[in-house]
């Protein structure tokens, strides 16, 4: 090695310093934080009836903490909803049998979605 090389890697390695060759090699364990995943449940009153049926809508969780911010309702009959209540009233005119959906959001992003079955039957004579 030549005498200008020598003085070269000398002042390379004098500008580093090794700090993580003086730590522990055992890794400090990091607790893992996994987010909250909503939880909703959706209740039909009533879930059955003659035409015309107005149908009131439960939304809730049982989580406490769980705090929803926009919802989108599908209630199975061509008619869709954002409208944000966690109880919602709906008419269904026609018998038949509808599946009724809805998507909750929180604040962060995190979704969960309830359905619910409802039977419309002939209106009485």
Do not use: C
Request: no cysteine; net charge negative; glycine share 8%.
């Amino acid at each position: 090695m030549t005498k200008s090389a020598l003085a070269v890697a000398l002042l390379v390695l004098t500008g580093f310093s090794f700090p993580a060759l003086a730590q522990d090699a055992t890794p400090t364990p990091t607790p893992m934080i996994i987010p909250a995943i909503p939880r909703i449940a959706l209740l039909p009153v009533p879930g059955y009836g003659p035409a015309p049926l107005t149908v009131g809508f439960m939304l809730w969780s049982p989580d406490p903490e769980t705090v929803l911010q926009s919802f989108i309702w599908n209630f199975g009959d061509g008619q869709v909803s954002a409208l944000p209540p966690t109880v919602l009233f709906h008419t269904y005119t026609t018998p038949g049998s509808y599946v009724v959906t809805v998507t909750a959001s929180t604040a962060d992003g995190h979704s969960a979605s309830s359905f619910a079955g409802i039977v419309v039957t002939q209106p009485p004579q």
